[in-house]
């Protein structure tokens, strides 16, 4: 078992930036993929990025491409989402999650944080 907690995100205006943390517990946190997802209301949750396990390799999404970036700290099992020059469209309620294997499918992870909401002002 792996257990994620979430903290960062809030409120900002368009243009800002926030940084979202995710430290994980449990089982060896180094030896997971760490993915990064968000849902808007009415929208089914989508992919935003993803951290290998060494924190060699990332993938964004294109909608995020250099905005935001992923990195992570074994030594504190913790991830992080450093995102700037936000846009109202970010707007979200933001989900760290975990596995062996993860991809930039929800559906190939087990392990999912509580979630933080992001919410960008125009």
Do not use: H
């Not at 946190?29 to 997802?37: A, D, E, H, Q």
């Not at 935003?48 to 700290?73: C, E």
């Amino acid at each position: 078992q792996v257990q994620l907690v979430q903290s960062g995100g809030g409120l900002v205006q368009a243009g800002g930036s926030l940084r979202l943390s995710c430290l994980a517990s449990g089982r060896t946190f180094s030896n997971y993929v760490i993915g990064w997802f968000r849902q808007a209301p009415g929208k089914e949750r989508e992919f935003v990025a993803a951290i290998s396990w060494s924190g060699s390799s990332t993938i964004d999404a294109d909608s995020v491409k250099g905005r935001f970036t992923t990195s992570r700290d074994n030594a504190k099992s913790t991830v992080y989402l450093q995102m700037n020059s936000l846009k109202p469209e970010d707007t979200a309620l933001y989900y760290c999650a975990a596995d062996i294997r993860g991809t930039d499918s929800a559906t190939d992870y087990r392990y999912w944080g509580q979630g933080t909401q992001v919410t960008v002002s125009s």
